[in-house]
């Protein structure tokens, strides 16, 4: 089975530009988080959706933003970029919480 | 708050066991993860533990005592592939926070 799609791989943006990443999750998992890793800060927690609700988010600015459609796909967006916003985008599905995660390649993100 | 600590590398030899422990302070806790996670890679999932115990699987075992904030994980038979980053996660309250990592070195 396919497994969790992410687009774009590579971004290259300017301070100030806004973006918009997508996750395609495995046929099923209605349960979607974005994470943040950068080779300091290690795996930050974004946001995590279950049936187009937002159910938590973790301690990122308002610029940081994100949906989920009814078909389980989902966006998040970030405006206003800041060179501190390179990193790895990782999204992230599950069947239920008690099943692991599956993740995406993931979406570099760079910020000049 | 919310706190996973895990040591930053380990080296171990090939064929050795190795332990990676993890202690955590959370609110809220549901179950504990540990994920692989190889250089240019996205993690993988390994194990889960919900209950107190070891649970075993193939070459890895993974333990949790709940009452102490504990886990480990454990690698038997080390191979050369298994160099990586191991990843310790707890996860309640619908999120999942994650340890920084335990690179481990896997050396002949």
């Known amino acids: 089975k396919a497994g969790v799609t992410q687009t774009p791989r590579y971004l290259i943006k300017t301070r100030g530009q806004q973006v918009t990443l997508s996750c395609s999750p495995i046929?099923?998992?209605?349960?979607v988080s974005w994470y943040q890793q950068t080779p300091g800060q290690g795996l930050q927690f974004l946001f995590e959706?279950?049936?187009?609700?937002?159910?938590n988010k973790g301690n990122f600015p308002g610029r940081f933003s994100g949906r989920q459609f009814s078909n389980s796909r989902s966006e998040m967006n970030v405006s206003t970029l800041e060179l501190g916003d390179s990193a790895l985008y990782l999204c992230?599905?599950?069947?239920?919480?008690?099943?692991?995660?599956?993740f995406g390649s993931g979406t570099r993100l760079t910020v000049v | 708050g919310q706190n996973i600590d895990q040591p930053t590398e380990m080296t171990a030899t090939e064929g050795a066991i190795v332990q990676i422990n993890c202690t955590y302070q959370?609110?809220?806790?549901?179950?504990l993860f540990w994920y692989q996670q190889h250089a240019g890679e996205a993690p993988t999932f390994l194990s889960y533990?919900?209950?107190?115990g070891l649970e075993e699987k193939g070459r890895f075992s993974s333990f949790l005592s709940r009452s102490k904030g504990y886990s480990y994980l454990l690698l038997k038979e080390l191979q050369m592939k298994d160099s990586a980053s191991y990843l310790c996660?707890?996860?309640?309250?619908?999120?999942?926070?994650f340890g920084a990592g335990t690179r481990l070195f896997v050396k002949a």
């Open positions: 959706y279950f049936s187009e609700t937002q159910r």
């Open positions: 992230a599905s599950s069947r239920q919480d008690t099943d692991g995660y599956t």
């Open positions: 959370t609110s809220g806790f549901n179950g």
């Open positions: 046929s099923g998992h209605r349960s």
């Open positions: 996660a707890v996860t309640g309250g619908f999120k999942t926070i």
């Open positions: 533990n919900v209950l107190d």
